[in-house]
C-alpha cells in the first residue's frame, strides 16, 4: 500500500497535502508573486526608461513629415476632391492617433511579459542599444523565475480543483448511499475510490488529463470572451474566433503576433500570467498519458514476440516427437516413435550401453556400458536402426 493509500485509509491527508496546507504555503506564494510582480514592474521602468524618450522623438518626426505632406497638398494643382482623398489616404497611413504608444510603463511591462513568457510577438522591440543590451540579463533571470512560478502556481490551482473534486464526490457518495453526513465527516471514515485516486495523483504531483483539459478549455473560452469585449471598443475589432485564437498562441507562448491587443494590457499582463501554467500543466499531463501508453505497447510486442518464439519452440518440438526422421552431420542418427520411451534400446550381450527416449520426447539419452550418460541428443536428430545408432 502506498503513502496516499494508507493515509487515505487512515482519514489522514498524504504529506504532499500537509505541506500544502500548512500555513508557510501561503506566505512562499505571497512571497513569489510579490517577487514576481515586482520583476515586472522593474523591467517595465526600465524598458520604458530605455525606449520611451526614442519614441516621442521618433512621434515628432513623424508629426513634423504629417503636417508637411498636408501643406504640399495644399499647395498643390490638385482639385478639392483630389486633396480631399490624397489627404485621408495619408492619414490612415501615418495619422498619430492611430499610433499606440509601445513603451509607456504599461506597454514597457507588457513586453517584459512577452520576453520572460518566451511569447515573443515581435510586433515592436528595442531600438536603442541600451533597450537592447537590457533585455539579454533581464531573460537569464526572468525565464527561471517566472517557470518556478508557473510550476507553484499551477500545482495550488489543482489542489483547489482537487478539494472540490472530492468534496463532491462525497456529496455524490452521501446522496447514492443515503449515509449520514455527520459520521461520513468523521476522522478515520473509508475514502471513496475517486478520493484514492486523487490521492494517489496528488501524491505524485499528476493533474489528471481530463480535469487539465477542462480548466484549460475554460480558461481560453472565458479569457477570450472577455478580451473580445474589450477589442470591440477599439478601432480594430476583433471577432470571438479570433480572441480565441490569440488566446491559444498566446498561452502556448506560440506567439506569432499578428493579433495582439491594444488595450486593457494590464488584464492580458495577468491573463498570461496565470494561463501559463494551466497550459503547462496540460501539456505535461498529455506526456505522461503518451508516456505511458508507449510503454503499454512496448510490453505489448514484447509479449508477442515472446509467445511466438514460444509457439515457434513448441511446433519444433511436436515435429521431433511424432517419429519424424532428420540426418544429422556424422553418423550417429536415431528417433523415437511416440517422443517418451519408445526409442529406448537394452544394450548389447552384456547390458552395457544403450539409448534411452527422454521423459519429455526431447532428448535421446547415449548410455556408456557402466550406466553412466554419455550424451544426449534431441529426438529430431537421432535415427536407430535395429539396436544400432547409425
Excluded at 30 to 59: D, I, K, W
Excluded at 318 to 334: E, I, M
Aim: with cysteine; hydrophobic share 40%; glycine share 12%.
Amino acid at each position: 500500500m502506498g503513502a496516499a493509500e494508507h493515509a487515505a485509509s487512515e482519514g489522514e491527508m498524504p504529506d504532499s497535502e500537509q505541506d500544502k496546507d500548512h500555513p508557510d504555503w501561503r506566505i512562499k506564494a505571497f512571497v513569489l508573486t510579490f517577487v514576481l510582480c515586482a520583476y515586472l514592474a522593474l523591467g517595465g521602468m526600465g524598458f520604458s526608461l530605455a525606449e520611451h524618450p526614442n519614441e516621442v522623438q521618433l512621434n515628432q518626426k513623424k508629426e513634423f513629415a504629417l503636417n508637411h505632406m498636408h501643406s504640399l497638398v495644399e499647395k498643390s494643382n490638385l482639385t478639392d476632391a483630389q486633396k480631399a482623398e490624397l489627404v485621408d489616404f495619408v492619414n490612415d497611413q501615418c495619422a498619430l492617433d492611430n499610433v499606440v504608444e509601445h513603451w509607456n510603463f504599461v506597454g514597457a511591462t507588457f513586453f517584459a511579459v512577452t520576453v520572460i513568457s518566451t511569447v515573443g510577438y515581435g510586433t515592436y522591440a528595442p531600438q536603442t542599444t541600451l533597450g537592447r543590451a537590457m533585455v539579454i540579463p533581464y531573460a537569464m533571470f526572468g525565464i527561471p523565475l517566472l517557470g518556478y512560478f508557473i510550476s507553484y502556481s499551477s500545482s495550488l490551482t489543482f489542489i483547489w480543483v482537487w478539494r472540490a473534486r472530492c468534496a463532491a464526490s462525497r456529496w455524490y457518495d452521501r446522496r447514492r448511499h443515503g449515509g449520514s453526513s455527520q459520521a461520513r465527516a468523521m476522522p478515520g471514515r473509508p475514502r471513496t475510490e475517486a478520493e484514492m485516486q486523487v490521492l494517489r495523483d496528488r501524491e505524485e504531483g499528476k493533474p489528471g488529463v481530463r480535469m487539465a483539459t477542462v480548466l484549460t478549455l475554460l480558461w481560453l473560452l472565458v479569457g477570450a470572451a472577455a478580451l473580445y469585449g474589450f477589442q470591440r471598443r477599439t478601432k480594430d475589432p476583433w471577432t470571438y474566433l479570433e480572441s480565441v485564437y490569440w488566446a491559444f498562441v498566446s498561452l502556448t507562448t506560440i506567439g506569432f503576433g499578428d493579433f495582439v491587443p491594444t488595450s486593457n494590457r494590464l488584464f492580458t499582463v495577468a491573463y498570461i500570467l496565470s494561463g501559463l501554467g494551466i497550459v503547462a500543466a496540460l501539456v505535461g499531463a498529455l506526456g505522461e498519458r503518451f508516456e505511458h501508453r508507449a510503454r503499454v505497447v512496448q510490453k505489448r510486442v514484447s509479449l508477442a514476440r515472446s509467445g511466438l518464439i514460444s509457439e515457434s519452440r513448441r511446433n519444433t518440438t511436436a515435429r521431433g516427437g511424432n517419429g519424424s526422421q532428420q540426418d544429422v552431420t556424422g553418423s550417429l542418427a536415431a528417433t523415437t516413435t511416440d517422443g517418451a520411451t519408445d526409442g529406448a534400446t537394452d544394450g548389447t550381450d552384456g547390458g552395457g550401453g544403450g539409448v534411452h527416449g527422454g521423459d519429455n520426447g526431447d532428448a535421446v539419452a547415449i548410455m556408456a556400458g557402466d550406466g553412466t550418460q554419455v550424451a544426449a541428443l534431441p529426438t529430431q536428430t537421432i535415427r536407430l536402426e535395429g539396436n544400432t545408432v547409425v
